[in-house]
Antibody
Framework: EVQVLESGGGLVQPGGSLRLSCAAS????????MGWVRQAPGKGLEWVST????????AYADSVKGRFTISRDNSRDTLYLQMNSLRAEDTAIYYC?????????????WGQGTLVTVSS | QSALTQPASVSGSPGQSITISCTGT?????????VSWYQQHPGKAPKLIIY???NRPSGVSNRFSGSKSGDTASLTISGLQAEDEADYYC?????????FGRGTKLTVL
């Protein structure tokens, strides 16, 4: 059974930092690209970042470029998102998602999400 | 990275068919066959229902179908059921990023 479990969310002050983790199981993590998608309260889905299966390629939405860093540890089947200089508009549920595999790119596996709240 | 255009809401009665459109540009929807659709029920994580424009993942009802013409992709749900009431999002992969639609709320009357 595929499981994707995010952790690390919480309340942080503007300008602060937070690191999200995502533990995956039930599929071969090392052959999948992975990513993060977020959803602000009452709003739609927003792509945040993706990383290739080997970790050597990364892409970011303009809204987080220069502030967020995506990384992965294939030995631990774990994905990370380091979030710095957080703003109120970063408040959202952050979903960990599987991405490209075998040349096909879509968000197949989703976690239940972790809530990040940026507020003073 | 402009969002794809979807209608804010659509509705239909049980048993009917509805279509949700997703309009982009030649740089995203029109340029790649990487359109996917996601269903999201309130308080739940999104679920993949269509990928690569027309393909259904294992376990997804064949009442869901996808298509594309030019810069516009479409999701059709036939034989509407009460459980189909949800938010639907399209997405397109481009050369270096991903863009979502703003979402469509489907109401089953």
């Amino acid at each position: 059974e595929v499981q994707v479990l995010e952790s690390g969310g919480g309340l942080v002050q503007p300008g602060g930092s937070l690191r999200l983790s995502c533990a995956a199981s039930g599929f071969t993590f090392s052959i999948y690209g992975m990513g993060w998608v977020r959803q602000a309260p009452g709003k739609g889905l927003e792509w945040v970042s993706t990383i290739t299966s080997s970790g050597d390629g990364r892409a970011y939405a303009d809204s987080v470029k220069g502030r967020f860093t995506i990384s992965r540890d294939n030995s631990r089947d774990t994905l990370y998102l380091q979030m710095n200089s957080l703003r109120a508009e970063d408040t959202a549920i952050y979903y960990c998602v599987s991405w490209c595999s075998g040349g096909a790119c879509y968000f197949q596996h989703w976690g239940q999400g972790t809530l990040v709240t940026v507020s003073s | 990275q402009s969002a794809l255009t979807q209608p804010a809401s659509v509705s239909g009665s049980p048993g009917q068919s509805i279509t949700i459109s997703c309009t982009g540009t030649s740089s995203d929807v029109g340029g790649y066959n990487y359109v996917s659709w996601y269903q999201q029920h309130p308080g739940k994580a999104p679920k993949l229902i269509i990928y690569d424009v027309t393909n259904r993942p294992s376990g997804v009802s064949n009442r869901f179908s996808g298509s594309k013409s030019g810069d516009t992709a479409s999701l059709t749900i036939s034989g509407l059921q009460a459980e189909d009431e949800a938010d639907y999002y399209c997405s397109s992969y481009t050369s270096d990023n991903v863009v979502f639609g703003r979402g469509t709320k489907l109401t089953v009357l």
